[in-house]
């Protein structure tokens, strides 16, 4: 091993908290969240008004929520009903899809969005 191969190394482990910190670091709110169904143009709601909608899919009508600074899917004609357990979400980034269906949410907000492995 050389001095270069050190040096490349040290400044490598120095910067694992910094990528740690940009990648993973703190959540930013959400203000709005977009719903995205296949071949149209995206939807933008607030997240500060509650409201319910009925969003016209591949399968028939999910049901989205938006509720105290919060979105979730509450009903969705497809069968393994995966975007329902996905739960609610509020901050920056998160995202939720009815794949089978065809509608996607996406929340938007101020600051950088998380970055995890489910978004990788």
Same mark, same amino acid.
């Given at each position: ?48 008004? +509650? ?8 399968? %028939?009508?999910?049901?989205?929520? @938006?509720?105290? &600074?919060? #979105?979730? !899917? ?17 901050? +920056? ?8 269906? %065809?509608?996607?949410?996406?929340? @938007?907000?101020? &600051?950088? #969005?998380? !970055? ?5």
């Amino acid at each position: 091993m050389t001095r270069a191969d050190l040096i490349i190394i040290v400044i490598a482990i120095a910067a694992l908290p910094l990528f740690y910190w940009q990648l993973w670091g703190p959540n930013y709110p959400g203000t709005d969240v977009d719903i995205i169904v296949a071949g149209e143009k995206p939807q933008r709601h607030s997240l500060l008004r +509650n409201q319910t909608l009925h969003i016209h899919g591949r399968l %028939g009508d999910s049901i989205v929520a @938006i509720k105290n &600074g919060k #979105a979730a !899917f509450i009903g969705s004609p497809c069968p393994n009903k995966q975007c329902i357990r996905s739960g609610w979400l509020d901050d +920056n980034g998160e995202t939720s899809a009815c794949l089978p269906n %065809g509608i996607m949410l996406s929340v @938007i907000g101020d &600051g950088i #969005a998380r !970055f995890d492995s489910i978004n990788f």
